[in-house]
């Protein structure tokens, strides 16, 4: 069945479909840009159930998703844009409103009655109480994914003490003890949940790298550089030799890293409130002043910043005001299959996430990982769940910290860098992480959920 086949029947059940219970997947939010709870339904399909994912439609689903055909895609209706021209608090509400009678037409309506519903928070207005509703109807057992709080996302753009702030706080706790049961990102969430929330049914179920995310060999590094020079029109990668690029060179069989090669820092964002791209602006002003004083000891740099957002344009205003000469920033939005592939490729990433409660952890350095790709990330509270500063990453908490960081690690790159002992604890430490992935941990603190009671 072909991908666009799959998103749009309803199919007819075969005596396999009829054996399988049905579970229903809810994110109020784009399908495709929603890995975790794809990743929730087609380990939910691995394990025999039918699977509905409802969403928005907006990025492309991976290709796992469209190729399976125990999981159905279905789409609701998006926000009719004449409520944009609406004062700020009435566009608001009739957003909501319009988005939980479409919700609850969908479920109702539109998905197969199954024994269990998970739905994705945030955001929790109006997802939270229209499944409830609806599993209560039903008779279907609620699940709450919890990625972070609503509330707490609310707060970085209305104050703390604002009414729509303490309302959404209001809603995922009452919902949240609602529910039969949750899944937390981190363990700092569950203990929140439980001893500040009160909701003590909770199973941490940590972000995991999907097989797609994996170190490549040195040829499908020079094939990424290609597509990145060609593809993407980025002349930054590009060769005057054919066949060449900036990084690399191929000779028969075999491909050659350039010793004068540019390194490359890759980072991933949803350019929004909860990540500072100043801070990394004000490193990079500081490598490109390092670089024109001390050319012999720092390669020049490729910035590949990758995703979509609202403060994408601001920022690449910011960018283009630079005079650099030895750092390059581009911004490409990739297709799904070459991102692990773009990830694979780098030397060093970049995560700027830092989480509006403190408590979730960024997916981002997780893929990075599954890559074998070391990672810099800010501090905040649960973030040593994930990174271990020099262990398997750094940890930076200020733009002059980040500054050092870069300096430190490029010095001498490339000959310089591969003697530096410290570096084959990094790499080491992240092949054991990228060792364990996410069915394996699906199955153990998830799939229970699914199958009793």
């Known amino acids: ?242 066949d060449d690029t900036a990084l690399s060179e191929r000779y028969a069989e075999r491909v050659v890293f350039k010793e004068d090669r540019p390194a490359i820092l890759v980072s991933s964002t949803s350019w929004t409130e909860d990540e500072d791209f100043s801070i990394l602006l004000h490193a990079l002003s500081d490598y490109e002043a390092v670089r024109k004083e001390f050319p012999s000891h720092y390669p020049p740099l490729i910035v590949v910043i990758t995703g979509k957002g609202p403060q994408k344009e601001y920022y690449l205003s910011l960018i283009e005001e630079q005079n650099w000469q030895h750092v390059a920033v581009v911004t490409p939005w990739l297709d799904a299959s070459d991102y692990p592939r773009l990830l694979a490729s780098a030397d060093l990433g970049v995560s700027l996430h830092y989480s509006s409660s403190g408590l979730d952890l960024p997916m981002k350095v997780v893929d990075m990982f599954g890559c074998g790709l070391p990672v810099a990330a800010i501090n905040f509270q649960a973030l040593p769940e994930l990174v271990k500063h020099n262990e398997n990453g750094l940890i930076f908490e200020t733009k002059e910290e980040l500054a050092n960081l870069l300096q430190d690690w490029f010095r001498g790159f490339p000959k310089e860098t591969q003697l530096k002992e410290s570096y084959y604890d990094f790499y080491k430490n992240i092949e054991s992480f990228g060792e364990l992935r996410w069915h394996h941990c699906w199955t153990m603190h998830a799939l229970p959920l699914f199958r009793n009671g």
């Open 1 to 242: 069945m072909s991908g666009e086949e799959h998103e749009d029947d309803v199919g007819e059940e075969t005596e396999e479909t009829k054996a399988r219970e049905n579970v229903t997947v809810v994110v109020l939010g784009d399908l495709g840009h929603s890995p975790r709870m794809s990743y929730h339904a087609l380990s939910l399909s691995q394990e025999g159930f039918e699977v509905t994912m409802v969403g928005y439609r907006g990025s492309r689903p991976q290709q796992e998703i469209l190729e399976d055909e125990h999981i159905t895609l279905t789409y609701m209706q998006p926000v009719p844009t004449i409520f944009n021209s609406f004062p700020s608090i009435l566009r608001y509400i009739g957003k909501v409103i319009f988005q939980a009678v479409i919700l609850a037409v969908t479920l109702f309506l539109n998905t197969a009655k199954g024994r269990v519903l998970i739905m994705q928070n945030p955001p929790c207005i109006p997802a939270m109480p229209v499944c409830w509703f609806y599993c209560f109807l039903t008779r279907t057992k609620f699940i709450i994914d919890w990625h972070n709080y609503g509330y707490s996302i609310l707060a970085l753009t209305l104050k703390p003490n604002h009414l729509l702030v303490r309302f959404s706080y209001f809603l995922e706790r009452v919902f949240g003890k609602l529910a039969h049961a949750g899944l937390s990102v981190t363990k700092a969430m569950k203990m929140d949940l439980e001893y500040n929330w009160g909701i003590k049914r909770i199973s941490v179920l940590y972000d995991r790298p999907a097989e797609r995310f994996h170190p490549i060999s040195d040829h499908e590094k020079h094939e990424m550089y290609i597509k990145l020079a060609e593809k993407y029109k980025y002349p930054c990668f590009s060769s005057s030799t054919p």
